[in-house]
């Protein structure tokens, strides 16, 4: 009978030993992975950030291209914190974590993640890593926050100019994959891309602080759809490193510099690319821009200030408010400064048929014709958003696809400061910055009271002010 209660007795403690195990486990667990309802994908067989001291430092000859990917964030820095809850740093991993899959199954690839768990790396040895696996790219991944709810899109920072061509490539493939906004490729002197000396790049696949933007990127389909991109990105760059090695070692030109992209050589052909900034190289230039207009309120007053200053700017106009203004339109190009197509209704094209996206450009195309004598090579599309099809086909009408690297957020009525402090943070040595001649808040009276700020602040900076075709070296219109 004794022996029976002790049993009883000793099976009670270990239930109770065995549960505040599990409590402890779960807590843990619920304090480092957040309230994320992202499944962590395993890394699968890719190289760990752990190992990666054992690995040969030595350069690989292009056989494979060595791709270091860094989730943001982790351990005690959880990052961001989304609209469900979830943290930036349990988003970070798992997309990571299929960026590696995928890179595994293309021999072109050999992946390496700084972690795979959730741990804290100073941002420093991130690079470090990089580094002494001589890797060929590195990769940052985060989720973005501000304070602001409503913002939306994605985007692609980097710190030096080698890694602009990097940035566009994974900027332009993923905005295209994912469906999100495009807000562009910026220049941003982070700490954690100032130590790798390999092109490296920070992608903000989009906000988490954003319900709409959150709910995709935690769903197994968006996380996928991202991954997949940022691969074609890195196909993207790398297949134009492989042709470039290929043309030099055919053409023994290993030491000519001569490049359709060099300011020197004037007027150049328009690529099939997007176009989101210009050329340091050229210079502390700034392109001013301009959309949704021409409008009768807004839009003079825009072209009083620029004419006190004596600056030339460019303005990306509506086929149906050009209809409605031509005599604004008119008075835009006879003050000297350059016009883009921006659609003639401002629909998203992503919710187009291809017919009513070409549509949308060729009205305006010829809209424009009639009011101002020719038809312009540049074209912004709304919302910056296009599908890739979308994408070749505007190209094949030999018309320059122009976004932006400075987005001040004018038509959502943002205070002057904040745009002057958007400007100050983002704008480098050909930048192009957004703003709108209509269509906004208030009558956009802070792009008004801005734009006599920024001028002045600008040119004490020592910038010089110019139109978008002379900053990326464009025709102004179609032959």
């Known amino acids: ?24 486990v779960g807590f843990k667990l619920a304090w480092h992975v957040g309230s994320s309802t992202v499944e962590l994908m395993p890394a699968s067989s890719a190289r760990v950030a752990e190992n990666y001291k054992t690995l040969p430092a030595v350069p690989n000859h292009q056989e494979t291209f060595r791709i270091v990917i860094d989730p943001g964030h982790g351990g005690k820095d959880p990052g961001a914190t989304g609209v469900s809850g979830a943290y930036e740093k349990a988003f970070n991993l798992s997309l990571a974590g299929r960026v590696a899959a995928l890179l595994e199954e293309d021999p072109m690839f050999e992946p390496l993640l700084t972690r795979t768990d959730d741990q804290f790396i100073e941002l420093e040895e991130r690079g ?31 710190r030096n100019q080698d890694s602009i061509p990097l940035a566009q490539a994974v900027q332009t493939h993923l905005a295209q994959g994912i469906g999100l906004r495009d807000r562009g490729v910026k220049e941003e002197q982070l700490k954690v891309l100032g130590t790798p000396r390999m092109p490296a790049v920070l992608v903000e696949v989009g906000y988490l602080t954003n319900a709409e933007d959150e709910r995709f990127l935690l769903s197994d389909d968006g996380q996928d759809l991202a991954a997949q991109a940022i691969v074609d990105g890195l196909k993207e ?21 001569s490049s359709p992209d060099t300011p020197q050589s004037g007027i150049r052909s328009i ?22 207009g021409p409008d009768a309120i807004v839009t003079p007053q825009i072209l009083d200030i620029l004419k006190e200053n004596e600056i030339k700017a460019t303005f990306f106009l509506l086929g149906d408010r050009a209809k409605a203004h031509p005599e604004i339109a008119r008075r835009i ?3 000297g400064h350059a016009i883009g197509n921006h659609s003639w209704s401002h629909p998203n094209f992503k919710e187009l048929s291809m017919d009513e ?12 014709n009639d009011i101002i004598g020719y038809r312009p090579s540049l074209f912004r599309p709304p919302y910056g958003a296009l599908d890739e099809d979308m994408e070749q086909a505007i190209q094949n009408m030999d018309l320059a696809i122009v976004n932006w690297s400075v987005d001040t957020m004018d038509w959502s009525g943002v205070p002057t400061q904040e745009i002057m402090g958007i400007i100050h943070n983002q704008l480098k040595p050909g930048g192009i910055i957004l703003q709108h001649s209509a269509n906004g808040q208030n009558h956009l009276a802070n792009t008004i009271e801005a734009l006599t700020l920024l001028i002045p602040d600008l040119k004490n900076q020592g910038y010089s002010f110019v139109t978008v075709p002379d900053l990326l070296h464009l025709p102004e219109s179609q032959t």
Request: hydrophobic fraction near 40%; glycine fraction near 6%.
């Open 237 to 257: 760059y790398f297949w134009g490193i492989r042709e470039l090695s290929l043309e030099h070692q055919e053409t023994g030109d290993l030491d000519e510099e």
């Open 128 to 158: 470090a890593i990089a580094n002494e696996w001589n890797a060929d790219a590195f990769i940052s991944i985060h989720g973005n926050t501000y304070t602001d709810t409503m913002v939306s899109g994605t985007e692609t920072l980097y």
């Open 1 to 24: 009978m004794v022996y029976h209660k002790k049993r009883k007795k000793f099976t009670r403690i270990f239930y109770i030993l065995f549960i505040a195990i599990l409590l402890i």
């Open 271 to 292: 690529e099939k690319k997007v176009y989101f900034n210009g050329s340091a190289k050229d210079g502390k230039q700034v392109a001013l821009t301009f959309d949704d």
């Open 357 to 368: 996206a070409m549509k949308q450009v060729m009205d305006t195309q010829d809209e424009l």
């Open 333 to 335: 190009v006879e003050e």
